[in-house]
T-cell receptor, first 113, second 113 residues
Framework: RKEVEQDPGPFNVPEGATVAFNCTYS??????FFWYRQDCRKEPKLLMS???SGNEDGRFTAQLNRASQYISLLIRDSKLSDSATYLC??????????????FGAGTRLAVHP | NAGVTQTPKFRILKIGQSMTLQCTQD?????MYWYRQDPGMGLKLIYY???????DKGEVPNGYNVSRSTTEDFPLRLELAAPSQTSVYFC????????????FGEGSWLTVV
């Protein structure tokens, strides 16, 4: 079983739609969670951190449910520029005392006119 | 605004050849990392370094070597290239031991034939 699992998609949505991605993680010791965005043939970039209380950044809302071990990302009013792959990422304390990132394989979003 | 710079961007290798992927960062970060990303898979950590002169294995180190003679540079060496090493390689760095603040290079596309 993958440590961080995501639906690969693609999610094809029209502009203006609301779309939600879920992700599950297997290691309950995972400490922090993030959503990264990766454009085609580019490097991953941090989109937002995920907090248990839920957090919002403009059109993006992230939620963490530790009891069920899943993380969600909600995108409202989708834009063409939101088309990308969204990586769900957890962190674990690794040997040497640093937090290691565990990456999901990503969910692809395609927003069309 | 250089950040993390890796070269080459693209390379085709023959089986058994050797090569070095170069990585340099100008942010004075102590922590540096090499990841590989295969289609349909999350990024996997190959090697990491917590400072000049100190390196350690990640999840998938076999077939690779690294060195860290300076804070800025963290080259990744493939000694005997194999088709299984066909992948996209990302170098990254972070200021603290938490990968939460990680910055990626633009990636190196390597094909072994």
């Amino acid at each position: 079983r993958k440590e961080v699992e995501q639906d690969p998609g693609p999610f094809n949505v029209p502009e203006g739609a609301t779309v939600a991605f879920n992700c599950t993680y297997s290691n309950s010791a995972s400490q922090s969670f993030f959503w990264y965005r990766q454009d085609c043939r580019k490097e991953p970039k941090l989109l937002m951190s995920v907090y248990s209380s839920g957090n919002e950044d403009g059109r993006f809302t992230a939620q963490l449910n530790r009891a069920s071990q899943y993380i969600s990302l909600l995108i409202r009013d989708s834009k063409l520029s939101d088309s990308a792959t969204y990586l769900c990422v957890g962190s674990l304390m690794f040997s040497g005392g640093y937090n290691k990132l565990i990456f999901g394989a990503g969910t692809r979003l395609a927003v069309h006119p | 605004n250089a950040g993390v710079t890796q070269t080459p961007k693209f390379r085709i290798l023959k089986i058994g050849q050797s090569m070095t992927l170069q990585c340099t960062q100008d942010m004075n970060h102590n922590y540096m990392y090499w990841y590989r990303q295969d289609p349909g898979m999350g990024l996997k950590l190959i090697y990491y370094s917590v400072g000049a002169g100190i390196t350690d294995k990640g999840e998938v180190p076999n077939g690779y070597n690294v060195s860290r003679s300076t804070t800025e540079d963290f080259p990744l060496r493939l000694e005997l290239a194999a088709p299984s090493q066909t992948s996209v390689y990302f170098c990254a760095s972070s200021y603290s031991k938490s990968e939460n603040t990680i910055y990626f290079g633009e990636g190196s596309w390597l094909t072994v034939v």
